[in-house]
């Protein structure tokens, strides 16, 4: 069969051309997938390293509201402060009812909803019980034993700040959940700018077969600014 020779020509000149199209499609393809791996490993170092962050802050403010669903129904919203090592105060409601506390060193004071006035309580760290844990210490939420699931799943903001956005279904280290509840889902927003932990929407089933389980809201701001919390001034 008879081939032009312009066909010929441009047959040969087409050949480099598909060649180096082909090369060039196969560098895409490899370069996605070299990024989608650097990725996936930057996304976990990233929430390891907001954690760590979070953890390591010497202050901090926040807000907590925790429900617990079932027979037994409980519902607190609180805001606070806390001070490394051993100090925090805290304000809202728990069941319906104004609480108020402030610790300081080994000693907390709990302010009486019915006559105002600051009961001692020495020698009791109300952060370190079970009693009012995530009310008192939020950062106790965030005590993992290993995160078997983590996604990024996106990036919103918060209070006006860019996060990132991940879905996890970690194992706790928390003897209060372990023992109450199990199938834990936490989705986390990370501050972008200096990888901090900003908000969490915790939730959980119960470990048996009861009905019922547990939301907790959590909102983290102001990390390492100069926060005051002193002895309540009239305590008895």
């Known amino acids: 069969m008879f081939t032009p020779r312009w066909l010929f020509l441009n047959r040969r ?97 709990m302010k009486d909803p019915f006559s105002g006035k600051w009961i001692t309580l020495k020698d009791m760290k109300m952060s370190q019980t079970e009693l009012f844990v995530s009310e008192l210490n939020p950062l106790a939420n965030f005590n993992f034993k290993d995160i078997p699931e983590q996604a990024l799943v996106g990036e919103e903001r918060v209070d006006g700040d860019n996060c990132l956005v991940y879905e996890l279904k970690p194992n706790v280290e928390n003897v209060f959940l372990e023992e109450q509840f199990d199938d834990f889902y936490y989705k986390v927003w990370v501050d972008k700018n200096d990888l901090t932990i900003r908000q969490a929407i915790i939730r959980a089933n119960k470990a048996d077969s009861t009905p019922g389980g547990l939301e907790i809201l959590i909102k983290l701001w102001d990390y390492n600014r100069e926060l005051k919390i002193d002895v309540p001034v009239t305590t008895k």
């Not at 806390?82 to 004071?109: M, S």
């Open 13 to 109: 000149r087409l050949m480099p051309l598909a060649a180096a199209a082909g090369v060039i499609l196969l560098l895409v393809v490899i370069g996605k997938t070299l990024l989608f791996s650097t990725n996936s490993i930057d996304e976990a170092k990233t929430l390891e390293t907001a954690i760590d962050n979070t953890f390591a802050s010497k202050s901090f403010r926040f807000m907590v509201e925790s429900k617990l669903l079932g027979e037994n129904e409980f519902y607190s919203k609180v805001e606070g402060e806390r001070v490394l090592p051993d100090k925090v105060h805290i304000k809202g409601t728990v069941l319906k009812t104004p609480v108020e506390f402030t610790q300081v060193e080994n000693n907390t004071y």
